[in-house]
């Protein structure tokens, strides 16, 4: 899970890819936030509960600003899995940033929202639990009136319309298209959209999927500055190949060893020699010695 976070979060560090992600989920694909008005900001806090100091670290979180007034604060928080105190985690994430401004010391400075997106990136089931703080606490009736509810804004990208995955201009496109079709199909067709951050997005694709060989390509796929993922399996299948004739060569000299070793306790040196270069006559001892079903 730990690698999954830190590979979310750099990819999602870009603007280009942050911005894409707000405009597509909150304003239908508009361009609202442009990549230049977004600014880093800190993502951990220092909570102290029963006498500890406690981390507390957002996923990717950037301010929105006009000039140099902030308009708002996005933070995206990425889950793998569903987590039914997700509402509030959101809750303590925002409440910590209202908290910042409260106590900053100018205090002619405009106040501004804070707006935490939640990516759900599961493909294997639906996000379950409540999406809001009255579905996670248990209230009794007569107090519900004085207890602020609080929603949160929770996006299930593998279970998106179509049509809202094809508004992602960014890298994230490619991510948002490989959980759905996982979603619908469990099975991946790569495409050609140009890849932005290669490094970035194969980190990702090796930790969203477990399979390492996206990493392991990644020097190779900027050597050959790959274009596109449909590249990039090209690589990974050519590696596939290679390491398989390996492995072949590897295991097929090691039955050559064997069948060596008992042939010499044999004492028969003309087996020995006609067994090493005669391949018929090496298969049908190696059948005899029973060493192709070990």
């Known amino acids: 899970m730990q690698e999954k976070d830190i590979t979310q979060k750099m990819l999602e560090r870009h603007n280009d890819v942050f911005s894409d992600i707000v405009n597509v989920l ?42 140099q007034i902030n308009i708002a604060l996005f933070g995206i928080e990425n889950q793998t899995n569903p987590d039914k105190f997700m509402p509030l985690r959101v809750v303590g994430y925002d409440g910590l940033e209202y908290t910042r401004q409260v106590r900053k010391e100018c205090n002619g400075e405009s106040k501004y929202p804070v707006i935490t997106l939640v ?71 790569a495409d050609k959209k140009s890849i932005g951050h290669i490094e970035e997005l194969l980190m990702l694709m090796s930790a969203m999927t477990g399979d390492k060989r996206f990493e392991e390509v990644i020097d190779e796929a900027n050597t050959k500055e790959v274009m ?26 090691d039955l050559i060893s064997r069948l060596n070793t008992i042939l010499a306790k044999e004492g028969d040196l003309d087996k020995i020699i006609k067994a090493n270069t005669d391949k018929k006559y090496r298969k049908e001892l190696l059948e005899k010695y029973n060493l192709l079903n070990d």
């Open 119 to 189: 990516l759900y990136l599961g493909y294997d089931k639906k996000w379950t639990y409540p999406k809001n703080l009255f579905g996670v606490l248990d209230i009794d009736e007569e107090l519900k009136p004085y207890v602020n509810d609080y929603k949160i804004n929770l996006f299930e990208i593998a279970y998106l319309d179509r049509e809202i995955i094809d508004s992602f201009t960014s890298d994230f496109w490619i991510l948002a298209d490989y959980l759905y079709q996982m979603q619908v199909n469990r099975n991946y067709v």
């Open 26 to 67: 909150l304003f239908g694909g508009k361009k609202v936030v442009e990549e230049e008005s977004l600014f880093d900001t800190v993502t951990d806090s220092v909570l102290k509960i029963d006498g500890r100091a406690r981390i507390q670290d957002r996923d990717v979180a950037k301010y929105w600003k006009d000039s």
């Open 228 to 253: 596109n993922m449909c590249e990039v399996l090209d690589i990974v299948e050519a590696r596939g190949i290679e390491k398989g004739i390996e492995k072949g060569r590897e295991e097929g000299a």
